[in-house]
């Protein structure tokens, strides 16, 4: 095992882990703590209790679960618990409400918390590669975000609440089961990009006419009839695939 300890920064990468070093969690001083490229199969709730931790990276290991306790890192701002076997996410999870980047994808996630919708001030969620059939009305209430990535998912519809999405800039949904779109997908108003590739659809709402923020829209590889009014997205510059 190989540590890199800086008095505020632990580095555990890569070092073949397979349970977390009963010391560690005793350096309730640490701000960063990178634990990814293991073999965790599980961490402690100790874990909670390094309340100054800013930066969490637990990515690539083979975690089943997190810890409930994780709620308790309330200065937490980024969190990367990519690459694992995640089937979910603990409710205390809608507690970090400092957390401005959650990395979540190429897990198993078959549903989201709905206290998620209280992580007021969360920039990006990343959830590409997971096994999302839905999404909680309360994603709605995530008004902060500016980045929603959910490609390579199972989701076969959109809650209307998306509209409360108005600061999202880039909408990933690429490779999922979607047959529609809801009409309140057109008040996201600052959308630049919105990727719709290998989806179900054979029509797309009118109302992404007043997207006037967008600048790409790529929607191959469905099975979509014509629309006349997506020439006028191409008139105003928008990049369209259809």
Not at 168 to 181: A, F, I, K, P, Q
Not at 201 to 214: F, K, N, V
Request: glycine share 6%; aromatic share 4%.
């Amino acid at each position: 095992m190989t540590a890199d300890f800086e008095s505020t920064r632990l580095f555990l990468h890569g070092s073949a882990l397979t349970a977390l070093p009963a010391d560690v969690t005793s350096q309730r001083q640490l701000t960063t703590l990178d634990l990814s490229y293991n073999q965790l199969t599980e961490l402690p709730e100790a874990l909670g209790e390094m309340r100054a931790l800013e930066f969490l990276y637990i990515s690539n290991n083979r975690l089943a679960r997190l810890p409930d306790s994780i709620g308790k890192l309330k200065a937490l701002t980024y969190l990367n618990v990519a690459n694992n076997a995640l089937t979910m996410l603990p409710e205390s999870t809608g507690a970090l409400g400092s957390l401005v980047e959650l990395r979540a994808h190429d897990n198993a996630l078959r549903a989201l918390p709905y206290s998620m919708g209280a992580l007021s001030a969360l920039r990006e969620l990343h959830l590409d590669g997971n096994a999302l059939q839905e999404l909680p009305d309360s994603i709605g209430r995530l008004t902060s975000l500016r980045i929603l990535h959910l490609n390579r998912n199972a989701l076969i519809s959109l809650p209307r609440t998306i509209r409360g999405l108005e600061r999202v800039t880039h909408l990933g949904l690429r490779g999922n089961r979607l047959t529609t779109l809801p009409d309140a997908l057109g008040e996201m108003r600052q959308l630049m990009h919105l990727d719709l590739r290998e989806n179900q659809l054979t029509s797309l709402p009118e109302s992404i006419r007043e997207l006037h923020s967008l600048e790409k829209l790529d929607a191959r590889w469905n099975g979509l009839l014509e629309m006349p009014w997506l020439k006028e997205l191409r008139e105003r510059g928008c990049v369209v695939y259809t």
